[in-house]
């Protein structure tokens, strides 16, 4: 009971998700904590103080990535590099919109280790895939140079779909043969599927990006297909009856919509000069590597 009188368990509220919050970020050891949250944003601010980082920019009117070591360099750097305050102050916000929702949900799902490994290989790869998928699609047209650190947070993004359904996995595991509730986290292929398919349908802000109806309808088809073995070998995701507390239920919402909304903000709805080859590609790379993992576990978690 809350101390208005009221049963605080019948609906959940914000209050209780803080709360909840809290006292998760309490049980986890500080340093854990830490290593998440503000490494990668002081790494970025202080690249912003650097003399002469402008130049790192990786320049579209190379002929490929590694074309020589300065463009393999600028390829990498430029993720790390910012056109101004405002650019970077919005990708330090949206990383942390993303992992405040990522790390409590991989540790529900027992990813703490899969999160840092992944992030790891983030920051190691999706700056040269995105450059590559950059100059391909872009090479030619523009001799624009382009930065930002908005691949590896697209990165997050996929990696933040994967361990949703994950958790949700684990929440199943916890409850399985008292009810008929499970989630497969092989399920998230269909999520991905998905959102591909609409980010190539709709038209999109970037003239450059228009819609595809060829691409976008082969990821259509194997979201169905994907869809249809599944439900073959596990049946659908059956969430009703895993009887989650009201604060978890509204953390799940909250992971949904913050991956509903950069699926939207980063794919379909993209503002003005912002690269979405580069989201695509740190979209798609961020998904590929923790569901590689959840292949490995054989479907488990």
């Known amino acids: 009971m809350d101390p208005d009188g009221g049963d605080a368990s019948a609906s959940p509220t914000l209050r209780g998700l803080i709360a909840s919050v809290l006292t998760a970020v309490r049980s986890r050891p500080p340093a854990e904590l830490a290593l998440v949250a503000l490494p990668l944003p002081a790494l970025l601010v202080g690249v912003s103080l650097l003399p002469g980082v402008d130049a790192w920019r990786f320049s579209l009117a190379t002929e490929g990535v590694f074309e020589n070591r300065w463009t393999l360099w600028t390829a990498f750097a430029s993720s790390f590099v910012h056109a101004d305050h405002a650019h970077l102050a919005d990708n330090v916000v949206n990383y942390w919109l993303l992992v405040a929702v990522a790390y409590p949900l991989s540790v529900v799902a027992g990813w703490r280790r899969r999160l840092l490994g992944s992030v790891a290989v983030y920051l190691a790869v999706v700056p040269l895939v995105s450059a590559w998928a950059t100059v391909v699609a872009l090479g030619g047209v523009t001799d624009a140079p382009t930065a930002g650190f908005s691949d590896v947070n697209s990165a997050l993004l996929g990696y933040l779909v ?137 479907g488990d978690r």
């Open 162 to 298: 994967a361990v949703w359904f994950a958790a949700l996995a684990a929440e199943s595991d916890r409850v399985r043969g008292e009810a008929p509730a499970g989630v497969d986290p092989r399920w998230s292929l269909v999520a991905v599927f998905a959102s591909l398919a609409v980010a190539y349908l709709a038209p999109s802000g970037a003239g450059y990006f228009p819609p595809l109806p060829s691409v976008g309808s082969l990821f259509a088809i194997g979201a169905a297909a994907a869809a249809a073995a599944l439900y073959g070998a596990v049946g659908r995701p059956r969430i009703a009856g895993l009887d989650l507390a009201p604060e978890r239920e509204l953390l799940y919402v909250t992971g949904a919509s913050v991956a509903a909304a950069g699926v939207i903000g980063s794919l379909v709805l993209v503002p003005f000069g912002s690269n979405v080859f580069a989201h695509l590609a740190g979209y798609v790379v961020g998904f590929a590597v923790p569901f590689a993992g959840v292949l490995a576990d054989g």
